[in-house]
């Protein structure tokens, strides 16, 4: 059934994004590309970085090349699937050189619109985030300098760089063109926004409808945290993973007690996919995520408030899945454009 409805939604999407003005001209692909779904804000781009088809087309090729990584072993793509809504299935993603990585990889998913990024929030924008995982050990272990110098020896990054910044390879257009595809991997066509947002009634099933019910109750409080169109507030929270904790979290940016063991709010859209969860991946399945969070978690000193035991029967743990998986948007982890 629900790759019934994903069908329909693909339908309705080439409906709505207006593919067609006419029967004879076709809007542009890279209008297609920044289609803002219904209930969703406009994104924001910098002022140097505006969205380009010769842009996107950049960094699409960069974010699916070896060539960022030391050994040339590994790709944004690598830790990144689009099948997967841009995350991976690892608890800890491979690296340069077979090396592990130290946290579970996020979703790329409506990354435009999030206000600061990796889990301690440390880095304010998205031009600058590709600099981290070029940087790290157990990521790509490199130099944004000689990646540069690589792509330079590269006859097409050169044509492709000079029709999109008018400038050969360098760190500014390598962080510019990653940004400007990842950009553009909006998801926001889910089940759920076609019963929210087209008034499509029929898109979830009752159970799904008792489950939506069940997440924004006071009862459960996970809307509290993960709520707005991306499903999170961005804010920093400690959900009682544990007592003590090997990674600080956000303290290790801040040097504050207060943010020990402090991890942004992730977004739960294609949250299906995107498993194992929490920082470390150290929760397998989502009927054991609600299983935690009905257990109020552990204790701990940064422990959030919001955090509550509850208690859900089977139906209702039953529904509240079944609701999670409405959030699954199968035209964007089948989009063609982005592979």
């Known amino acids: 059934m629900k790759r019934v409805v994903g069908v329909i939604l693909s339908a309705l999407f080439i409906l709505t994004s207006c593919d067609v003005v006419n029967d004879e001209v076709a809007i542009p692909i890279s209008d297609k590309l920044m289609e803002i779904p219904r209930g969703f804000p406009v994104m924001e781009h910098p002022e140097d970085n505006s969205f380009t088809q010769s842009r996107w087309e950049l960094g699409k090729r960069m974010f699916y090349d070896p060539i960022l990584s030391v050994d040339q072993s590994v790709s944004c793509s690598s830790c990144h699937q689009a099948s997967l809504a841009f995350s991976d299935k690892e608890v800890f993603s491979t690296g340069a050189m077979n090396r592990s990585g130290t946290r579970n990889a996020p979703t790329l998913a409506n990354i435009g619109y999030h206000p600061y990024f990796t889990r301690e929030g440390g880095v304010p924008t998205l031009e600058m985030q590709v ?45 510019r063109a990653l940004s400007c595809f990842e950009r553009s991997l909006i998801s926001g066509l889910s089940p759920y926004d076609l019963y929210s947002n087209y008034d499509r009634k029929n898109a979830l099933s009752e159970s799904a409808i008792r489950g939506k019910d069940l997440f924004f109750s006071e ?11 991306n ?3 961005y804010s920093f929270a400690n959900n009682g993973l544990y007592e003590s904790y090997q990674d600080e979290g956000r303290l290790r940016l801040t040097g504050d007690p207060a943010d020990l063991a402090l991890f942004k709010v992730p977004t739960l859209r294609n949250i299906e996919l995107t498993g194992p969860y929490m920082h470390d991946g150290s929760i397998t399945t989502l009927s054991e995520v609600i299983d935690h969070y009905q257990s109020g978690g552990k204790n701990h000193v940064n422990k959030s408030q919001e955090m509550a035991n509850f208690q859900l029967n089977a139906q209702e743990k039953h529904d509240l899945i079944s609701f999670l998986l409405s959030l699954t948007d199968d035209y964007f982890v089948t989009n063609t454009l982005y592979k």
Not at 219 to 229: A, D, L, Q, V, W
Request: glycine letters at 2%; hydrophobic letters at 35%.
């Open 219 to 229: 009862r459960t409080n996970c809307s509290s945290c993960h709520n707005g169109f």
């Open 231 to 233: 499903f999170t507030n």
């Open 131 to 175: 600099l981290v995982p070029i940087q790290e050990h157990n990521e790509f272990d490199f130099n944004i300098l000689l990646i540069a110098e690589r792509l330079n020896q590269d006859s097409t990054y050169i044509q492709m760089a000079l029709d999109a910044y008018d400038r050969l390879p360098d760190p500014f257009v390598i962080t």
